[in-house]
């Protein structure tokens, strides 16, 4: 079992930068691989970013690429995602997962954080 807790979330103007952290509970944490979700209202819960265990390989949302990064340190079982030029339009609820990846490097989340709020103004 692994519980994660988002934290860093917040009100910013468009073009700040915010670093949401996940925190995660166990020793396990270095055999998941990490991802970030997010969740506009009145809209489904999309993938952000994902990072493999170790750390070596990520993917990102083609709308977020080059402006987040993913990064984790397997030591302090904390995941990070830095967010920087943000949009209105990445205003939405942040979530972190726990999980795996499956075939074509499909993430598979079996845990999830309870969200973080981030809101950009225009």
């Known amino acids: 079992q692994v519980q994660l807790v988002e934290s860093g979330g917040g009100l910013v103007q468009a073009g700040d930068s915010l670093r949401l952290s996940c925190a995660a509970s166990g020793r396990t944490f270095s055999r998941y691989a990490m991802g970030w979700f997010r969740q506009a209202p009145g809209k489904e819960r999309e993938f952000v970013g994902t990072m493999s265990r170790s750390g070596g390989s990520t993917y990102y949302l083609d709308s977020v690429k080059g402006r987040f990064i993913i990064s984790r340190d397997n030591a302090k079982n904390t995941v990070y995602l830095q967010m920087n030029s943000l949009k209105p339009e990445d205003t939405a609820v942040y979530y972190c997962?726990?999980?795996?990846?499956?075939?074509?490097?499909?993430?598979?989340?079996?845990?999830w954080g309870q969200g973080t709020q981030v809101t950009v103004s225009s």
């Open positions: 997962a726990a999980g795996s990846y499956g075939v074509a490097s499909a993430f598979r989340a079996d845990y």
